[in-house]
């Protein structure tokens, strides 16, 4: 049985029964980001219902949808049993809030769920992020992670195995983010390096926070959202008031590897993210060779991984995951100019106006 702990806590599944948790919900705010694509899907329903069993102080579903889909969007997401905010992440009186801010710098996930947690921190004392794209997702799950926050930390993490169709699956943590790190850590000794090694899903979106710390987050607009908030929970929370939570196994969409709406676009992404912390908290990456050090740490963990998927009878194409690091590498690089938005104790207008500007059809 494994109980292995990292440098953080590590709070594992080893004997629960499902529905024990001890996590106070009736004191936390629920964020779920969505797009157009998960309106009415079966994922987003399951993740709705479930929901339904948790009882929160609040659930905030931030979404990026066309006008023509907003309202069917609201009408739908408003019939379930809960007390739901829908917050229109690019209505008009947004952009123009976001614009008139000089704020206007980009968007995706983490500008809408930066949009949400604003007001999830003023609902709650507690802030739970999740996605909505989980199929088999467990009520009980929020309430793990709210769990480690009653036990006095201030972060906590989900992590969970990610084995679908008879394969691995978390391509962009497996064969990115951890061969990179890993890289990194053999060259730096920067308390930042250990600390986002420790985490078993470094990429997984789902997480607790407590609100104080909800509004320490700078959020990139795009993707990267995921390393950006370890960035900010290291430096307010660190290693002793951080912990990871077993969430089991989930099942998610994929995306295509190729191209800038793929994995390869968002390694990017994440790429920026990742060293934009690394350089904030003193680490000074040589770019130059990283590429192909990374490269050789990335190829050594594909035969680790093809010697796992062979022991529990898994498809494993290691040349098609080989081709993928490759690619990967490309996006290895210094950062570009720091475009997170600003921690909510500093953002220039309230999440009363974001409720207000993003709510267009309560006026």
Sequence with gaps: MEY????IATLHDLCREPGTSDGVTDDAAVVVPMTDREHASLAAE?????????DPAAVFVPVRAPTERIEPFREWLESFSLPITVLWCNAPAVEELLAEAGLANGFG??????????????????????????????????????EALSQGYEF?????????????????????????????????????????????YA???EFAVTAELARQVRAPPAWGLEVAVLGDAFAHAGVSGTAQVDLGRHEHDH???????????MSREVADALFCVLEEGGVDPEYGTLPDRYRAEGKRLIEAYRADSAFNGLE???????????RYAEAIAAPGPDRRLPPWTDAPFSPEEVITAATPWLE
């Design 203 to 205: 990429l997984a979106g």
């Design 109 to 146: 996930k983490g500008r809408d769920v930066w949009l949400a947690l604003g007001p999830a921190a003023e609902a709650a004392e507690h802030v739970v992020v999740h996605d909505a794209d989980t199929k088999g997702y467990d009520a009980d799950h929020v309430a793990r992670l709210l």
């Design 4 to 7: 292995v702990q990292e440098r």
């Design 46 to 54: 399951g993740v709705l219902t479930e929901l339904e069993a948790v």
């Design 255 to 265: 995306r295509s590897v190729a191209g800038e709406t793929g994995l390869e676009g």
């Design 316 to 326: 494993y194409d290691a040349d098609a995951e080989r081709e993928q690091v490759d």
């Design 156 to 200: 906590s993490k989900g992590y969970y195995a990610r084995v679908e169709n008879g394969r691995l699956y978390g391509r962009l943590c497996r064969l990115f983010y951890e061969p990179l790190v890993r890289t990194l850590a053999d060259a730096h000794d920067e308390g930042i390096v250990p600390y986002l090694g420790a985490f078993r």
